[in-house]
């Protein structure tokens, strides 16, 4: 875990590291501030630095429990030291939409039990997948995206830490929910606290303070069927 970075700073933008492994387009470093494809959040892209070469990363992915860096004309990389930078732009826009689904699965949590079973966060928008709010009028939808837009103003802190599985376990219910969904073998879970809102394991990357988010914008509803409701959101 040490060695992806991003778990640890998600505003480290660039790392010194070694090329470890080359399988023609697909590169493995020592360490990485890339973040793979994930939790439904998408990776980050960006650049290795070699030399006089540059080589542009366009996909990360964990593969066999590594991360996998998808380069662009291989030919001239070499085994050793490199520069890793991801594009920040692409990487804060993901940041904030992601922490964005925590506010709102935290608020329709509060007055329903809404409990997410699936999201998708993109650069520039993100949906989430919710349970127990098929009834709901768009009003009412709209008052509680101006709920979570309250929240966000109010500047929450955000904030990560580690615990050990057996202790996550006896936290609160949606919590150990997202837990029992990961591998057994892992026995150290990454938390999201966001002030007194909300608690949640989760990989992926987030912003500092809520504040940094924006506004969101309701897009569009859709009925998934079986008591579930997508909400597609964007921020501006």
């Known amino acids: 875990m040490l060695s992806e970075l991003f778990l640890h700073d998600s505003y480290a933008t660039n790392c010194k590291a070694d090329v470890i492994h080359i399988d023609n387009e697909k590169v493995i470093l020592n360490q990485t501030v890339f973040y793979p494809t994930g939790g439904g959040q998408e990776h980050d892209n960006g650049w290795l630095h070699q030399g006089i070469h540059s080589f542009e990363v366009y996909k990360v992915k964990k593969e066999q429990g590594q991360v996998v860096h998808y380069i662009k004309n291989h030919e001239n990389l070499t085994l050793g030291p490199i520069k890793a930078e991801i594009n920040w732009d692409r990487r804060l826009g993901l940041m904030r939409h992601h922490s964005m689904l925590h506010v709102i699965g935290a608020v329709f949590y509060k007055h329903f039990g809404s409990l997410c079973t699936g999201n998708q966060i993109y650069q520039d928008k993100a949906r ?109």
Request: aromatic share 0%; glycine share 8%.
């Open 128 to 236: 989430i997948d919710l349970t127990g709010i098929s009834d709901l009028e768009i009003e009412e939808i709209n008052n509680l995206i101006a709920e979570a837009n309250r929240e966000i103003a109010a500047n929450h802190p955000v904030s990560i830490s580690f615990v050990s599985r057996k202790e996550a376990e006896t936290l609160s219910g949606t919590i150990k929910t997202v837990v029992n969904l990961i591998p057994e073998s892992v026995n150290e879970i990454r938390l999201v606290k966001i002030g007194i809102l909300d608690l949640q394991a989760c990989g992926g990357t987030h912003i500092k303070e809520t504040r940094e988010i924006g506004r969101i914008v309701l897009e569009k509803v859709k009925n998934k069927g079986k008591g579930i409701t997508r909400l597609e959101l964007k921020i501006e």
